[in-house]
Structure formats: structure tokens, C-alpha cells
């Protein structure tokens, strides 16, 4: 397998515009979680889809940012409009089950977003 | 509201000796316990874990102990190698629950 796919992963950008992250996760995963590692704050949990149903998202900053998962191998993070604090490197993430208990989370290589 | 804390930012060892980093949460509900390892430009990937029935877990050179009482963990690294230099997260979850994670600590090991 090939792992979890992340795309893009680098992109800069000026404040006020429209971001698109996008992850494939591992075939067969049921959940996928989206990740937010800051200098400040390490790795945050901003939203987490089960079975591509999004389940917790009290982890997202604010309403710029939403979340998709259309089918079980593609999800979105967009961020509408965009400001230069949501520069950081978002991890998307899949596994079998919620937890490390059914298996531990499977990361992909990061998006690092720049906004200037 | 952390509640898990990694309070030491960076630690640097110099190679061949103990590396020992340090994680202590505030939820007494937590019961899983994992440490992930991330190398710049990749995503973090798995490394130990423990369960809170257990105080201690051996995965060759690396080892994980669990003091609940004291709500704290820490996994040491033995001997430490170059390439073991990484951000290290620890990371917890109650009842099979998300998994709440650390601010990481960046291991520096010396040759």
C-alpha cells in the first residue's frame, strides 16, 4: 500500500485566499483524521471522519475552516479565506478504529501551508 | 487545556548513551498510551505503546514506562543512535477515544 497520500505539499499563499488540502488515506482505513502541528501547540486534532462521516470536529479554529470526505479515499480541508496564523503543517491521517488500541494512526507526509 | 504535556521542548544525548524523554497527562481516565516518532518532512509514524494494565514495555531498544499514580510516562531510548534524532510525541486516548497528543519533543543525539 502506498501509504497516505497528501497533496499538495507545499503551498504558499496570500491572506484572504481560498486553500484546498487533500488526502487519500489507506485503503480499508474506517477513520481519518486531520492534524495541525504548530511550534506552540504540537499536533492538534482539528477534525476526525468515521466511515467518512465526520464525528468530532471541535478541534477546528473557526468557521474558515471545513472539512470533507465525499467518498472513503479522498478527503478535503479547505480554509476560506485564509490568514497568515493558519500557517502550519497539516497532517492528515488514517487507522483502523478510533484509537491506537485497534491499531496506530497512519500519517501522511504533510501539507505545509505558508500564508503571507 | 493540555492534557498531555510534554514539557521539555529539546533534549540532546550523546550517542551510545540513554536518552529518556518525559510526558505527563492530567486525565486519570486516559489508558492507552503510544509514543510517535517524526523526522523533518515526514509524517510522524508509530514507535511503542502501552496499555495502562502494565508499567512497563520492552521493544529492543526502546522501552516504555507507565507510573499512573504519578500520571506520568516516559520512554527511553538505550543506546541512542544517530538516527534516532526526531521529534517524539506522546500520545494518549481514554476508552478506545481519539487520541490526544503531546507538543513533542525534539531528541538530538550526537555523534
Redesign the interface.
Given at each position: 500500500d502506498a501509504g497516505v497520500i497528501q497533496s499538495p505539499r507545499h503551498e504558499v499563499t496570500e491572506m484572504g485566499q481560498e486553500v484546498t488540502l487533500r488526502c487519500k488515506p489507506i485503503s480499508g482505513h474506517d477513520y481519518l483524521f486531520w492534524y495541525r502541528q504548530t511550534m506552540m501547540r504540537g499536533l492538534e486534532l482539528l477534525i476526525y471522519f468515521n466511515n467518512n462521516v465526520p464525528i468530532d470536529d471541535s478541534g477546528m479554529p473557526e468557521d474558515r475552516f471545513s472539512a470533507k470526505m465525499p467518498n472513503a479515499s479522498f478527503s478535503t480541508l479547505k480554509i476560506q479565506p485564509s490568514e497568515p496564523r493558519d500557517s502550519a503543517v497539516y497532517f492528515c491521517a488514517s487507522s483502523y478504529g478510533l484509537a491506537g488500541v485497534h491499531g496506530e494512526l497512519f500519517f501522511g507526509e504533510g501539507s505545509r501551508l505558508t500564508v503571507l | 487545556d493540555q492534557q498531555v504535556k510534554?514539557n521539555s521542548p529539546s533534549l540532546s544525548v550523546q550517542e551510545g548513551r540513554i536518552s529518556i524523554l518525559n510526558c505527563d497527562y492530567t486525565n486519570s481516565m486516559f489508558d492507552?498510551f503510544?509514543w510517535?516518532k517524526k523526522y523533518p518532512?515526514?509524517?510522524?509514524?508509530?514507535l511503542i505503546?502501552i496499555s495502562s494494565i502494565k508499567d512497563k514495555n520492552e521493544d529492543g531498544r526502546f522501552t516504555v514506562f507507565l507510573n499512573k499514580s504519578a500520571k506520568h510516562l516516559s520512554l527511553h531510548i538505550v543506546p541512542s543512535q544517530p538516527g534516532d534524532s526526531a521529534v517524539y510525541?506522546c500520545?494518549a486516548?481514554a476508552n478506545?477515544?481519539?487520541?490526544?497528543?503531546?507538543?513533542?519533543t525534539i531528541l538530538r543525539v550526537k555523534s
Amino acid at each position: 500500500d502506498a501509504g497516505v497520500i497528501q497533496s499538495p505539499r507545499h503551498e504558499v499563499t496570500e491572506m484572504g485566499q481560498e486553500v484546498t488540502l487533500r488526502c487519500k488515506p489507506i485503503s480499508g482505513h474506517d477513520y481519518l483524521f486531520w492534524y495541525r502541528q504548530t511550534m506552540m501547540r504540537g499536533l492538534e486534532l482539528l477534525i476526525y471522519f468515521n466511515n467518512n462521516v465526520p464525528i468530532d470536529d471541535s478541534g477546528m479554529p473557526e468557521d474558515r475552516f471545513s472539512a470533507k470526505m465525499p467518498n472513503a479515499s479522498f478527503s478535503t480541508l479547505k480554509i476560506q479565506p485564509s490568514e497568515p496564523r493558519d500557517s502550519a503543517v497539516y497532517f492528515c491521517a488514517s487507522s483502523y478504529g478510533l484509537a491506537g488500541v485497534h491499531g496506530e494512526l497512519f500519517f501522511g507526509e504533510g501539507s505545509r501551508l505558508t500564508v503571507l | 487545556d493540555q492534557q498531555v504535556k510534554q514539557n521539555s521542548p529539546s533534549l540532546s544525548v550523546q550517542e551510545g548513551r540513554i536518552s529518556i524523554l518525559n510526558c505527563d497527562y492530567t486525565n486519570s481516565m486516559f489508558d492507552y498510551f503510544l509514543w510517535y516518532k517524526k523526522y523533518p518532512a515526514e509524517g510522524p509514524t508509530f514507535l511503542i505503546s502501552i496499555s495502562s494494565i502494565k508499567d512497563k514495555n520492552e521493544d529492543g531498544r526502546f522501552t516504555v514506562f507507565l507510573n499512573k499514580s504519578a500520571k506520568h510516562l516516559s520512554l527511553h531510548i538505550v543506546p541512542s543512535q544517530p538516527g534516532d534524532s526526531a521529534v517524539y510525541f506522546c500520545a494518549a486516548s481514554a476508552n478506545g477515544n481519539k487520541l490526544v497528543f503531546g507538543a513533542g519533543t525534539i531528541l538530538r543525539v550526537k555523534s
